[in-house]
């Protein structure tokens, strides 16, 4: 936990004053007690007006600046933490963002979203409560013991007794519940998943009518949540009542002791050792003593619950990164290489997989060219696009990108050379402008203009009622699914890669609408390497040249007329799409 203190260090000047300030608070509440002290035995008890007054006007100057000291220490502590906070979110998110698909699938979406947003602020409120609450229990517990024992030693005997009753019943205490914290965390990671499973598929339940089904189920993680949560709440329930009968055996003891000195004074006609306005202030010490010490057990179990929370930060950011930038310059690549492609001996499998997804794949693309790649379901297609854009690195081989190894790129510059348009059409909230220049934000109105022209989706913007400026959700649930298609390829054309990618990014297009798009994309972009994942054949027939996979490896790669007289594969594919279309 301690190394996650690291981001407090920029608001160190700012976090050491919430202290100091706090001990103000502190100090002038001890004051304040001896004050009242003062006022009672040396100003009500002998009816002088003027000490009253005298007093009186002592405690209003206290108050005001007790009242000041914890305002300010307060302000200090907030706006330390709440930066400590917000860099922390900050590192962790960029963290999250340079994971590579796997390492986030190990983390489980649900469990991330817990991690930047409770698990960060239970670290937060902990520090507040450490710069706060830490400070101010342990002052008052060691100056409330030093003033208890200025009254009268023989109080020291109370505390002897009071104090390790309090402290054993907070050791079983944190005992039973430190183990719950890291439980609760798990628990809500669960709910966090379920939430965004639902939310993210909301339409696939409502679809099939899993309503109740994925209610059941949030039900479910909601109520083992929900169980630890009570668990927890129910011991502290019987600590605080606990906690006051000591403290309320305290008090009476005090008030037998202090009695009997004053009633045997009055017996044997001398003056008391002890005035009534010392006991009051001893058991107003003691009861503070005892609550600081509560605070104090609140403390080290608001510790040990970030210190779940940081465990689980800390896997977050000390997860090696799988996939690391080069330091290529993309200036130094050379002409003759710009727009080529090249598979050396590459095969990949998922991690945990008994097989390899590909197997040896050796080809080349030269520049301008299109090429489909095609196979059956499942065959590895995506796989074997998104390794041109290093989603995932190979398990052996070199993908070769403008003559260069793909690991030599820093990412940036790769995704700057090789635009993907992915299989699922992925819109985010805003205007559909905005959505179209995600990838480029510095684009003009008329580049994305000419970008949504050549995507073949001006026509069904204009339509919209405002245009370009018509809002999308993240969802983009007022779009049919070829329209969100077409924005996303959109998207990717504004970019004008050297390398274009479509992953079955055009199946739900018509075919007038995906011939138009690849025609538009012939005139307008002829200088661009296309590599088409198809999924029927009149989309891929029509590329400078197709790759067959099959069953991980290249089963042939040439035109479509070649491919008709040598491929058994792809003319089981043709002649089946042909069936289909005949019947
Ligand atoms: N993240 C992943 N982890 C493990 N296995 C995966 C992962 N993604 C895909 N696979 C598996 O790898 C294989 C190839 O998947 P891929 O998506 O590349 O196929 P595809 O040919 O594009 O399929 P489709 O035509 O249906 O889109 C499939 O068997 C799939 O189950």
């Known amino acids: ?31 304040l007690t001896k004050y009242m002290q003062l ?11 003027d000490n009253i007054i005298h007093y009186g006007l002592i405690m209003i100057g206290i108050l005001v600046l007790g009242v000041a000291g914890g305002m300010l220490s307060n302000i200090f502590t907030n706006i330390s933490c709440y930066k400590f906070g917000n ?3 900050k590192a962790v998110f960029t963290k999250i963002m340079d994971l590579s698909i796997h390492q986030a699938d190990k983390f489980k979406t649900g469990s991330l979203v817990t991690r930047v947003t409770n698990d960060i602020t239970q670290i937060q409120n902990m520090i507040a409560m450490c710069l706060r609450g830490l400070i101010r229990s342990a002052s008052f517990f060691v100056l409330g013991i030093i003033f208890t024992l200025s009254i009268s030693k023989n109080f020291g005997g109370v505390l002897l007794v009071v104090l390790p009753l309090e402290i054993v019943l907070m050791i079983i205490f944190m005992a039973i519940l430190f183990p719950v914290f890291k439980k609760i965390q798990d628990k809500l990671d669960k709910v966090n998943t379920v939430v965004l499973e639902n939310v993210q598929g909301s339409r696939v339940v409502k679809a099939f009518s899993k309503e109740q089904y994925e209610y059941n189920r949030f039900v479910g993680v909601n109520y083992d949540y929900t169980e ?24 009476i003891i005090i008030y037998y002791m202090g009695g009997t000195v004053i009633v045997d004074a009055f017996k044997n006609g001398i003056t008391p050792t002890l005035m009534v306005g010392q006991i009051t202030q001893a058991i107003t010490y003691i009861t503070m003593i005892c609550m600081s010490l509560l605070m104090l057990g609140m403390t080290f ?61 050796n080809f080349k693309v030269k520049k301008g060219e299109t090429i489909a790649v095609v196979g059956s379901t499942g065959c590895g297609k995506s796989t074997l696009v998104n390794l041109m854009v290093r989603l995932f690195d190979t398990k052996s081989g070199t993908v070769y990108i403008n003559g260069h190894d793909v690991k030599e790129y820093k990412k940036e510059d ?11 059409a992925e819109l985010f909230a805003g205007t559909i402008e905005d959505n179209i220049a995600f990838g480029k934000p510095d684009a003009t109105l008329d ?33 049919s699914g070829g329209q969100k298609q077409r924005m996303s390829i959109a998207r990717a054309i504004l970019r004008k890669p050297e390398i274009l990618i479509f992953d079955d990014s055009t199946s739900a297009l018509d075919l007038v609408t995906e011939a138009k798009l690849y025609q538009a994309m012939k005139a307008d972009l ?23 996979l099959d069953k991980g490896v290249i089963e042939s790669f040439g035109t479509h007329d070649e491919l008709m007289e040598n491929s058994l594969v792809y003319k089981d594919i043709y002649l089946s799409q042909l069936k289909r279309e005949e019947e």
């Open 1 to 31: 936990m301690f190394r996650l203190l690291r981001y407090m260090k920029k608001y160190w000047y700012i976090a050491i004053l919430a202290p100091i300030f706090m001990i103000i608070e502190v100090g002038m509440d001890m004051f």
């Open 87 to 89: 860099d922390l979110r």
């Open 39 to 49: 006022m009672v035995d040396d100003g009500i008890s002998i009816g002088s007006m």
């Open 526 to 548: 002829s200088y661009v390497t296309k590599i088409i994942v198809a999924q029927r054949i009149a989309t891929a027939k029509n590329a400078d040249r197709i790759l067959v």
């Open 447 to 479: 580049e994305i203009k000419w970008a949504a022209r050549v995507a073949q989706a001006e026509e069904f913007i204009l339509g919209k009622d405002e245009g370009y400026q018509e809002v999308v959700t993240e969802k983009g649930t007022s779009l």
């Open 414 to 424: 790769l995704h700057k050379i090789v635009a993907i348009c992915l299989q699922k």
């Open 228 to 251: 630890k949560v009570l668990f927890v709440s129910k011991i502290t329930a019987f600590l605080s009542p606990l906690l006051n009968l000591i403290v309320y055996g305290g008090q």
């Open 301 to 361: 179990t608001m510790i040990a619950r970030a210190y779940a929370s940081a465990s689980r930060i800390n896997e977050v950011l000390d997860e090696k990164l799988e996939l690391i930038d080069g330091n290529l310059d993309i200036a130094l690549i050379e002409d003759k290489d710009k727009g080529t492609i090249s598979f050396e001996h590459v095969s990949f499998g998922y991690p945990g997989a008994k097989e390899d997804i590909l197997k040896d794949l």
